[in-house]
Every structure is written in C-alpha cells, then in structure tokens.
C-alpha cells in the first residue's frame, strides 16, 4: 500500500514540474510551486519522516511562496515570451538525466533493510538514543544532541541570510508609516477570521515548539509557524500594525538572541568542564541535562527562525508597499 | 515489476532534478529560475528521504513493540536543508528585486546588452 500511494503521489509531483515548465504566468507557477510542496510533503510522510514533512509543509508552501508572491508584485508576474531555441537546453538536460538513470541503476534497491545506508551510525542512533539522551524522538535527539554542532551552524546560516536580505532590501519603516492604510481594512471576515485564527496559529507552534521532543517538531517549524501567524497579521491588518506589534529593530535583536543563546549553552557546558554543547554536564543527572539543554537549544532555534522569516518577509512587503506609492 | 519498485522513487527523483535543471537554464525569468532551483532542491531532498525508508519501518519516534525504524539522518539532514533553501532563497529574491531596480527588468536577455547601471 505504501508502494502504491509512493507511485501515485510521485508522478502527481513529475506533473506538477512538467507544468511548471510550460507555464508562462509566474502566479500560476508560484502557486503551482505551493502544491507541489504540499505533494512533496505528503511523499514525506509516506516515507516516515514526519518532522521532515512538517518543516516541508510550512516552509515550502508558506513562507517560500508568500516571498515570492512579494518579489512577483515588484516585477510583474508574467515571463515574456522566449526567442531563443529551446533545443540545447533540452539535450543537456536529456544528457545528463540518461548518465543519473544509469547511475541509478547502481543504488541499492528503495527500502530493503539491509541497504549501506542503514548500516553504519543508524543502528546507533535508533538503538542508544532513547537511553542516551532520553527522548522518544531520535530526530530530535539526533537534530539537537548528537549533531548540535550541525545544527547551530544552520542556525548561524539563517541568521546570515537574514543579515543578507536585510543588507539587500532593508526594512524601510518610516516611508511606510506614511503609505495609504495597507492590508485588507474593508474585508470584515478576513479580519474576524484572521482574529480567530491567530492565536490559534500562535498556540499551535509553542505546542509544536515544546512537544518536539516527544512527537514531529521542534524549533525549525515552531519559528515557522509562528512567523506565519504573524505574517497574516501584517497582510490582513496591514504592515504599519504589523510593526507596532513587533518592530522590525526588535526583531532584530531577536534573531540574534537565538543564536546567542544556542551558543551559550555550549559555552556553559564547557564552563561546566565538558565539551562545546557536552548537555550530560548541565544538570547531576545526565539525561536531565540532556533534556535542559535540548529544550533550550530548540528555543533558541526556534527564536532566531522566527525572527529570521519575520524579518525577511518585512523586508519584501515594504518594499511592494513602497512600489504601490 | 519488482524493479520497477526498486528504482522508481530514484527515476521520479531523476526526472524532478532535471525538471528544475531544464527550467534553470532555459528560463528567462530570474523568478521562474528561482523556482526551478527550489524544485532541483526538493528533488535531493527526495532523494536523501527515499533512501532512509526502510519497508515495513515506522516514523523514527519511539514506540513500545516496534523494533523496525526509518533512519533518522537523513531525515536531520533535511530538516535543517529545508529551512536554511527558504533563507537562501530569500537572498536570491531579494537580489532580484534589486536588479529590477537598477536595470528595470528580470528577463534575462533584456539586461544583458545594457550597461553597468548599478
């Protein structure tokens, strides 16, 4: 069965792309860009990585189309028709995917037991982690304990891209004070259903953000989450309110006090006398501070991505909200 | 029809990689680009995933009598990749609206005959 929705659920995601590639409207492809995170999130579950397929969900079909949905009301949304041949391209792109196939034909088949890559550190992680660092998930015990290293490194690369947006576009405040009142003032039940909706959203990803430990989740997708509710807050109520609710300086200062704090509970630890993020020495008792530095380090993850998305998507809207003048 | 299970995730993977590869080089629209290189990223990603399924495993989540677990690297590895391509694409947005700033259009072959205006 599992086989078979694979099958299904793929050649829907194949058409998807084929259709991307005909498409000359740019709306259109971006929302098609949407459904196709979406199928690809759901071939994710099918293939048992739940936090993988929750992340793909909000960030993929969220955040990535919202940003480019913003880019597109700057620079218009459809392409213009090509003149040159499309022969080349084609016979790369043919080339090339005839030598993967064949090297296709090299991997080991898709989902036997035995294949190499389930042979070398795996066993470990699904055997010793539950005793190791205590968690039912080995994701998050993997993501935030065995691979911390890692993973305050894509921290440090978020928060690098949100520098870069920042340095590209900058988050123009007071031109923006002064714009006609933005957002959707007149529609009455975006507004009331935005206001239902919000906290929900807000309660969804502290729960997504805590539970990570036990179920899918973590501080990827919390911050993610919670950068959305936002985000419908500055489309519904418009981008002003937005910043009067969380200002773009303070978000700021957020971003950075999430890598801050991830890299301090390293340094603590080593105060501690272990090593960078050794979480056994933060309590007496080692699976406790598994636990302690786990909860604070997706915290931390959790606050910068939050701030991170927030910060980019400001840096987008008042730019088309300055272009709209 | 056995083989055809063993490589079809590989083949769909194959497919997508050169989907977004094709629409990478041929498009003009540096957006359409955009979402070319976001489907090539998607594609590894299904790639990494369809190599840590284990058949008749579960999600990676512990559970009392189940002794058959997917692998849980790649599913880090992942995790991570994907919320790290949203940044990186963001970056390259905001580049592009930044050379439509400066040079007025996001079609390729319209700005690349005009001179440095940045």
């Known amino acids: 069965m599992t086989e078979l929705i694979d099958l299904v659920l793929l050649a829907m995601l194949a058409l998807t792309a084929l259709k991307i590639i005909f498409l000359k409207d740019l709306f259109a492809v971006v929302m098609l860009f949407g459904i196709y995170s979406f199928l690809s999130a759901l071939i994710f579950i099918n293939l048992d990585a739940v936090d ?264 987008f809207a008042s730019q088309t909200e300055r272009g709209n003048t | 029809m056995n083989f055809i299970f063993d490589y079809y995730n590989y083949w769909v993977v194959v497919f997508l990689m050169m989907a977004g590869f094709y629409i990478v080089i041929s498009a003009n629209n540096l957006v359409k680009k955009i979402v070319g290189l976001n489907i090539f990223q998607t594609s590894v990603f299904i790639l990494y995933i369809s190599m840590g399924k284990v058949s008749g495993g579960t999600a990676p989540i512990l559970v009392e009598g189940v002794t058959q677990y997917s692998n849980p690297l790649p599913h880090v590895l992942i995790l991570t990749a994907i919320v790290v391509g949203v940044a990186t694409t963001a970056v390259g947005l905001s580049l592009i609206v930044r050379i439509k700033r400066a040079y007025g259009t996001v079609e390729e072959n319209e700005f690349e005959n005009t001179d440095d205006a940045i």
Do not use: C, W
Request: glycine content about 12%; overall charge neutral; aromatic content about 10%.
């Open chain 1, 52 to 315: 993988v397929a929750f992340t793909e969900a909000s960030v993929g079909a969220g955040i990535s189309s919202v940003l480019m949905l913003g880019t597109l009301a700057l620079t218009g949304r459809t392409e213009k028709e090509n003149k040159r041949s499309s022969l080349l391209p084609l016979l790369v792109v043919t080339v090339t995917g005839a030598a993967l196939i064949y090297g296709t034909l090299d991997m080991p088949p898709f989902g036997a037991a035995n294949n190499p890559v389930h042979e070398h550190v795996a066993p470990r992680y699904i055997e010793e982690s539950p005793k190791e660092v205590g968690l039912p998930n080995m994701v998050t015990s993997v993501l935030a304990s065995y691979r911390g290293f890692d993973t305050l490194g894509e921290t440090v690369v978020v928060f690098a891209a949100a520098i870069g947006v920042l340095a590209l576009l900058g988050v123009r405040r007071e031109k923006t004070d002064n714009v006609r009142q933005s957002g959707f003032t007149d529609h009455y039940v975006l507004r009331i259903i935005a206001k239902l909706v919000i906290p929900l959203i807000i309660l969804f990803a502290l729960y997504v953000q805590f539970h990570g430990d036990f179920g899918p989740g973590g501080g990827f997708q919390a911050g993610v989450i919670a950068a959305a509710a936002f985000i419908l807050y500055a489309l519904v109520y418009g981008l002003p309110s937005a910043f009067r609710v969380v200002g773009p300086k303070f978000l700021q200062g957020l971003a950075s006090f999430g890598v801050l704090l991830y890299a301090s509970v390293g340094l603590y630890s080593m105060f501690k006398g272990g090593q960078f993020l050794d979480y056994n020495k933060l309590a007496v008792d080692p699976l406790a501070g598994q636990h302690y530095g786990i909860i604070i380090i997706e915290l931390g993850v959790g606050i910068t991505v939050f701030a991170v998305m927030l910060s980019i998507y400001y840096a």
